[in-house]
T-cell receptor, first 110, second 114 residues
Framework: QKEVEQNSGPLSVPEGAIASLNCTYS??????FFWYRQYSGKSPELIMS????GDKEDGRFTAQLNKASQYVSLLIRDSQPSDSATYLC??????????FGSGTRLSIRP | DTAVSQTPKYLVTQMGNDKSIKCEQN?????MYWYKQDSKKFLKIMFS???????INETVPNRFSPKSPDKAHLNLHINSLELGDSAVYFC?????????????FGPGTRLTVT
């Protein structure tokens, strides 16, 4: 069983719509959760971090965490073509290590 | 500019050669990492140093040897390169341990072994 699972996509969303990206994890004691965005040929960059159950909003981005169900999601409102990228979910597996999912490729169609 | 930098950006070499990748961060972070991203885009931790001390050493062949001369630098030396070593190698840093802090990635080094 993979430790951090994401649907590889591609997820195609029309411009202006809400993109919903999901991630499940296997380690119940995980405490920290991160979403990174990676454009093709570039390095990952942090979008959001979330540490407690519920929603966390930052501009057009909302991260949602449900520890009981072991899932974390990222919503992107008013999707723009510039949001087209691979989104990586990362989950802490210990104090010193995080595990990345394989990423979901998001495509925003004009 | 404050950032994580890596050199070289591209590295093309033949099987059996030895090569090094250098990483520097000027963010004042305590922890640095090496990740390998394969052709399927899976990003996997290789090594992590905290204040120059090795704290993560994943199941990586011992042909790979990291070295941290100080908190701001983490280099990766690879001996006897193999075809399967071809990948993008990312250096990253964080203010503290990865389980609690976000990481900042360098631009990556694309290694091609022929």
């Amino acid at each position: 069983q993979k430790e951090v699972e994401q649907n590889s996509g591609p997820l195609s969303v029309p411009e202006g719509a809400i993109a919903s990206l999901n991630c499940t994890y296997s380690d119940r004691v995980s405490q920290s959760f991160f979403w990174y965005r990676q454009y093709s040929g570039k390095s990952p960059e942090l979008i959001m971090s979330i540490y407690s159950n519920g929603d966390k909003e930052d501009g057009r981005f909302t991260a949602q965490l449900n520890k009981a169900s072991q899932y974390v999601s990222l919503l992107i409102r008013d999707s723009q073509p510039s949001d087209s990228a691979t989104y990586l979910c990362a989950v802490s597996s210990s104090a010193s290590k995080i595990i990345f999912g394989s990423g979901t490729r998001l495509s925003i169609r004009p | 500019d404050t950032a994580v930098s890596q050199t070289p950006k591209y590295l093309v070499t033949q099987m059996g050669n030895d090569k090094s990748i250098k990483c520097e961060q000027n963010l004042g972070h305590d922890t640095m990492y090496w990740y390998k991203q394969d052709s399927k885009k899976f990003l996997k931790i290789m090594f992590s140093y905290n204040n120059k001390e090795l704290i993560i050493n994943e199941t990586v062949p011992n042909r790979f040897s990291p070295k941290s001369p100080d908190k701001a630098h983490l280099n990766l030396h690879i001996n006897s390169l193999e075809l399967g070593d071809s990948a993008v190698y990312f250096c990253a840093s964080s203010p503290g341990l990865a389980g609690f802090y976000e990481q900042y990635f360098g631009p990556g080094t694309r290694l091609t072994v022929t």
